[in-house]
């Protein structure tokens, strides 16, 4: 790219679900040239290709083969199946994948020049998110190229590093405690307060106080509840209360134990 800033790179999306979709928007918005987006379907292909204005395909023998960089975000087993085909006739752009999970090595005899940029946050379409504030992970084989997917993260974000797969598997696992565990603990919450005839949004400045104080204490210091100090008559009332719920009391009474033992140890 010498001669030339990182933005005029022509980049394709293979792939336009939520990620894609957060990820090319914000590219886009920073007047990196967006060329193509290849989704399974119409609607998908179609309408983040008409927001960045690229065009589309539905169709993997389609996907041009002129771009210089290529940015897949399918699904994990598409992927690892589709893989062949998608970098067939184009081997020697530069290949990335936004999958937390998956190593950079999966590249490995396909292609020539590849690597990973992970952005690590919770996306949906129906959402825009500051990508200024995600935590933007890159790794390449090689140097080059690291510094390369480093200046293109860096014009997203201000939090960029460059991480193993080692490292980024563990960064998915932890995200999936983090975010998707919390998530369903919101989803067992909104059902039981709906078996009440309460409303879901009393919980949300709850919800918003207990993220906020992570940003001041750890995690175990910010712990509180009847599980730390292990309150036996309360306890013992919901689990009376989940007595129809047997999943639930289940999971209520495994995290209060485990709640408790971290707070003694």
């Not at 975000?73 to 990335?96: H, M, R, T, Y």
Request: charged share 25%.
């Amino acid at each position: 790219m010498a001669g030339r800033s990182i933005e005029d790179m022509s980049i394709a999306f293979i792939g336009a679900g939520n990620l894609a979709t957060n990820l090319a928007k914000a590219l886009y918005r920073k007047g990196f040239r967006i060329v193509q987006v290849y989704s399974r379907t119409k609607e998908s292909a179609q309408g983040l290709a008409q927001t960045v204005e690229a065009a589309y395909t539905t169709e993997l023998q389609a996907v041009t083969k002129e771009a210089q960089l290529y940015i897949v975000s399918l699904k994990d087993a598409a992927f690892v199946e589709l893989l062949p085909q998608i970098v067939s006739g184009k081997e020697n752009a530069l290949w990335v994948h936004t999958a937390g999970s998956i190593p950079m090595n999966i590249w490995q005899g396909h292609v020539a020049r590849y690597g990973v940029l992970y952005p690590m946050q919770t996306f949906s379409k129906q959402r825009e998110v500051d990508f200024g504030q995600i935590p933007c992970f890159v790794e390449s084989n090689s140097e080059e190229d690291v510094q390369l997917l480093k200046d293109i993260a860096s014009a997203l974000s201000e939090k960029v590093y460059e991480a193993s797969s080692e490292q980024r598997k563990s960064l998915h696992l932890a995200a999936v405690f983090t975010c998707n565990f919390t998530n369903h603990m919101y989803v067992l919450a909104a059902e039981l307060l709906k078996k009440y005839g309460l409303p879901f949004e009393a919980m949300l400045p709850l919800i918003d106080e207990t993220a906020r104080k992570v940003h001041e204490l750890e995690p175990l210091a910010a712990q509180t509840g009847p599980a730390v100090r292990y309150d036996e008559n309360v306890i013992d009332e919901h689990l009376r209360m989940l007595a129809d719920e047997p999943q639930m009391l289940e999971l209520y009474r495994e995290i209060s134990e485990n709640i408790h033992r971290l707070a003694i140890r």
